[in-house]
């Protein structure tokens, strides 16, 4: 039998409930590939120790009730996390230990997760390929010198090299299914408002959603019932009612109606992901649901409008990061000084960029223009996903316009870099729920995923359709532990 | 004086020039709530500093504001009391800026859509009514307080004051003189006061100013360049401010020179305002709406269950006692301009004469009160006990002379006074038959005086009085020692 690392999560769940596998053995696996595995550069902050000793704490009195009973889990470093070093990849938070826990990994606890450590991510959470992060760039384990993708490159760094059995990552504009797709594996972004964004370091916080990063669909709809809860501490928080996803789970999407936006079929995409997309309208068919050609007309002005919203959100929300109350700070002569000398060495290239762009795009002047317009396409956008949905119960799209690149490869180019979510942004510019689901290999042998969108709250439809294409697909990573 | 001057406009003359004053205020009120705006601190003042601080107030990462609903109720409670417009859905924005006792980097504050619109408040002037229109009201976060005088070489800063509800309270430039100003800020306090939405206390800074100037020649129709002078934390300093900085303008206009728009501060110590920054150097905050926070929605039904929890309040209450209790509009303003005054007349009268009470608490009282620089809530003589003293005036057992006497005593510990009465032996002489025996006893030991007064020195007659009241220890019913002198005398 395999090795207890490549067992997805529903496998060492149903092993430590039948006592096959202690908490103390799973989390030792995990360690111990983790500690062969730094070449990744995928940890931040590693909680080896402590992991373990909650591992035994677990197996002393156990409660197999739980859904992640003694699962050790590492998760993306812009989690806050109690009592443990959260930089949200940044030099300007290198040494914050927060007092407090996220919502959302605080759920993961109380369920039995047990956290394994912090991971690599580009620097508050901006960037497609992590080599925005303080901390360093991370190797995709499908080949050396690859991108993971990003923002959470970390999360599908480790998760690819089985360093843990599932993860949390977080999405703004793609961050979650990106990556996913660049590692072969499944992520998923759920409904603006399923998971609370309290404790989570704010990039954009219209945007920002925690979602879970998984082998298979089963694993992801089991984290995702989680994850997600509604919450008092988060204004933007919805209380809706909550599936019990993986429960719920069924292959069976007969006559459901899934759309193929025309919009999606950008200039210069590789015949690759062309030969994907068709491969997977195929798929659809078999499992016996209906393909609806359908029209998405505002999706060329999805990217400009988010690279105006977030940068517009992130700009605020970074401001807090002055070196006065926590974090990085560097002297100066005075205030002012002490400010611009803090946020010029606190802060990377991209960061400053963003912030930048978003301080512009609000003054006063230019908030009409900008800002106030981008808003009302936002607005246009949501629209014409509504209009669909009166046709459709789903969207299949390709998740990324190519697969992982080199590492460098784009980093001087940041406009090459942002088309990278061309089709992944205009789900969260309309807060719906998107999953990434790995679909083939390239001519390289890199992966290459498929998204699937729903109408809001109605993540079991699109996990259910990501769960029949799984079959159909049975797709296999080409992982060959270079780096061990 | 002559009634015609003290009814004059307030201008500034200069030669050949009369100028009229333009004042237009930003009133920064602290709501009344137990914890923040948006989040579950405290809000108590004088607290060690940094010990009411939550992780939202000092802007951790990843933490997020939550509406404090009791604080909305408070604005909208306001609102209504200024007879404004409540709007039902309403926008949280963010002002961006930069300051050490600003943890965010931004304010949060409500910029296009404020909870109240516009509204309206009455004030009473000497000559008259006078209507001052509100503009808007709207909640924002207070910011930290930033301490320089302390640490030699460092700025500390305290967020116990980060994140407390203020209502901003924008009134129309419909304001004209220092004295209008003084009359709007007190009766912005007492409606307040009377709501319980703001305690109105400007020592501890619940309650603050930004104050628009700008001059105009009289019979000008448009408006000059106004400057703003900021965050002036006291009536007197407010209308010094006004003075000073509408000299200042005017001076300009005279030199033929034009006036900036700027912000300025007030410095107290010199009486003068000070530029703090021109138009050109004004912060561009980039307002934009919190993406943390919903639109804020209110039903009609939150909002008329906050109506049906306004008390009458000062105008309604002035217009009572004057139908209900004959009060004159003066005598009302007075007792209404407080809630605790009024409550504390309403008590009174509950078992003692109006006309009486109204003269004993509108003079004797509040001579007291203003000697012992007290507020009425603290008065050293308790209501029951002022209408003791009353019923005992009115029912003749002593005069109003000695009730002073009784008055005095009662402020030491608020005593009874019937117990002062008794044991001081202060009891109205009231028998005729001993008055009659004292004033023959006068009339006796003064026959000259009687034979002057008999041939026509009629003014010797308080003469008489005054020493039958003497032979009675001050203690003789006057109006019975006036009607027996006469008889004796006259007859």
Not at chain 1, 78 to 101: H, M, Q, R, V
Not at chain 1, 114 to 130: H, P, Q, R, T, V
Not at chain 2, 405 to 412: A, G, L, N
Request: aromatic letters at 8%.
């Amino acid at each position: 039998m395999s090795s207890i690392t490549e067992l997805s999560l529903n496998e060492i769940v149903s092993n430590i409930k039948s006592k096959k596998f202690s908490s103390t053995e799973v989390t030792k696996a995990f360690i111990e590939r983790s500690e062969k595995s730094k070449k990744l550069n995928a940890y931040v902050t590693e909680n080896f120790s402590s992991a373990i000793d909650c591992a035994k704490k677990f197996d002393e009195k156990p409660n197999y009730e739980l859904k992640l009973p003694g699962i050790p889990i590492a998760v993306k470093d812009l989690f806050c996390t109690n009592g443990i070093k959260t930089t949200a990849g940044s030099k300007i938070l290198n040494n914050f230990i927060p007092a407090y826990e996220s919502t959302v990994t605080q759920n993961i606890w109380q369920q039995g997760g047990i956290l394994l450590g912090k991971l690599n991510c580009d620097e508050f959470a901006m960037g497609s390929s992590n080599e925005t992060s303080f901390f360093g760039n991370v190797h995709n384990p499908i080949g050396e010198n690859l991108v993971p993708g990003g923002s959470s490159g970390g999360s599908s760094a480790a998760l690819a090299a089985n360093l843990t059995p599932v993860t949390i990552g977080t999405d703004t504009g793609g961050s979650i299914r990106q990556p996913a797709s660049f590692t072969g594996t499944v992520g998923l972004k759920p409904t603006y408002g399923s998971c609370s964004r309290y404790g989570i370091v704010a990039f954009a916080s219209s945007l920002d959603q925690a979602g879970p990063m998984t082998k298979n669909v089963k694993d992801c709809a089991i984290l995702l019932e989680v994850i997600s809860s509604f919450d008092k501490k988060d204004s933007t928080s919805i209380d809706f009612k909550r599936n019990n996803y993986s429960s719920e789970l069924t292959n069976n999407i007969k006559g459901k109606k899934i759309g193929i936006p025309k919009e999606y079929r950008v200039d210069g995409m590789p015949q690759e992901i062309e030969n994907l997309w068709k491969k997977g309208i195929e798929f659809i068919k078999d499992c016996g649901a209906e393909i609806i050609d359908i029209s998405l007309p505002h999706t060329n002005y999805a990217l400009p409008t988010y690279y105006i919203v977030a940068p517009a959100e992130a700009s605020s929300n970074l401001a807090r990061y002055d070196g006065v109350k926590y974090g990085f700070r560097s002297a100066g002569e005075n205030l002012i000084d002490m400010y611009e000398k803090t946020r010029s060495e606190g802060f990377g290239e991209e960061v400053k960029r963003r912030i930048m762009i978003g301080t512009y795009v609000l003054s006063s002047g230019y908030y009409d223009a900008y800002y106030l317009k981008a808003q009302k396409v936002r607005q246009l956008i949501k629209k014409d996903f509504d209009d669909a949905y009166k046709i459709v119960d789903a969207i299949l799209t390709p998740s990324t316009p190519s697969s992982a690149f080199k590492i460098g490869e784009k980093s001087d180019d940041p406009v090459s870099m942002y088309l990278n979510d061309i089709f992944t942004v205009p789900v969260n510019l309309a807060g719906l729920p998107g999953i990434s689901i790995p679909a083939g290999l390239d001519k390289n042998g890199y992966p290459l995923g498929l998204q699937i969108i729903g109408k809001p709250f109605d993540e079991q439809t699109i996990l259910n359709i990501a769960y029949s294409m799984e079959e159909k697909i049975n797709f296999k990573n080409n992982i060959s532990d270079w780096w061990i | 004086m002559d009634l015609m001057t003290e009814m004059k406009d307030f201008l500034i003359e200069r030669e050949n020039t009369s100028y009229e004053v333009i004042i237009g205020l930003e009133v920064h009120a602290q709501v009344t709530s137990n914890s923040k705006l948006f989040s579950s601190s405290s809000t108590k003042f004088g607290a060690e500093p940094n010990t009411q601080v939550s992780l939202v107030d000092a802007a951790f990462p990843g933490m997020l504001p939550v509406i404090n609903e009791y604080c909305i109720k408070q604005a909208i409670k306001t609102g209504i009391g200024l007879n404004a417009k409540i709007n039902k859905k309403s926008v949280f924005d963010r002002k961006n800026y930069f300051y050490a006792d600003l943890p965010q980097g931004y304010q949060i504050s409500q910029y296009k859509y404020p909870i109240v619109g516009e509204g309206k408040v009455i004030l009473d002037m000497p000559n008259g009514q006078k209507e001052v229109g509100i503009e808007r009201l709207h909640l924002e976060q207070d910011a930290g307080k930033s301490i320089h005088d302390i640490d030699p070489n460092n700025t500390l800063v305290d967020l116990n004051r980060s994140g407390v509800a203020l209502m901003e309270i924008v009134s129309k430039p419909d304001l004209r003189s220092p004295d209008e100003v003084n009359v709007y800020i007190k009766k912005l306090r007492s409606i307040m006061r009377y709501l319980g939405t703001c305690d109105g206390n400007m020592q501890e800074g619940s309650l603050r100013a930004d104050v628009n100037v700008s001059v105009r020649k009289v019979g000008a129709t448009e408006f000059g360049t106004r400057c703003e002078i900021k965050n002036v934390n006291s009536i007197k300093f407010m209308q010094m401010a006004i003075i000073h900085e509408a000299n200042r303008q005017i001076d300009l206009i005279e030199n033929g020179k034009s006036i900036d728009q700027e912000t300025r501060l007030f410095d107290t110590k010199k009486n003068e305002t000070r530029s703090m920054r021109s138009k050109e150097d004004a912060h561009d905050y980039r307002y934009f709406p919190d993406p943390d926070l919903l639109p804020l929605e209110v039903s009609d039904k939150f909002i008329d269950n906050i109506r049906s929890e306004i008390p009458e309040l000062p105008d309604e209450k002035k217009k009572r006692f004057i139908e209900k209790f004959k009060l004159t509009p003066y005598e009302a303003t007075i007792l209404v301009s407080d809630i605790e005054t009024s409550k504390y007349f309403e008590e009174v009268i509950k078992e003692a004469d109006v006309k009486l009470s109204t003269n004993w608490i509108t003079g004797e009282l509040f001579a007291v009160l203003n000697d012992k620089n007290l507020d009425i809530s603290q008065s050293p003589i308790s209501a029951k006990n002022l209408s003791k003293l009353i019923n005992l005036i009115k029912d003749g057992t002593i005069s109003g002379k000695i009730a002073k006497t009784v008055f005095e005593e009662m402020i030491d510990g608020d005593k009874d006074p019937q117990k002062i009465i008794d044991t001081k032996g202060l009891k109205q002489q009231s028998d005729p038959k001993a008055i009659e025996e004292l004033i023959n006893k006068v009339i006796k030991n003064n026959a000259e005086k009687v034979t002057e007064y008999k041939s026509g020195k009629d003014k010797l007659f308080g003469f008489f009085v005054g020493q039958a009241m003497k032979e009675s220890k001050g203690k003789g019913n006057p109006q019975l020692i006036n009607k027996i002198l006469k008889e004796k005398l006259n007859g």
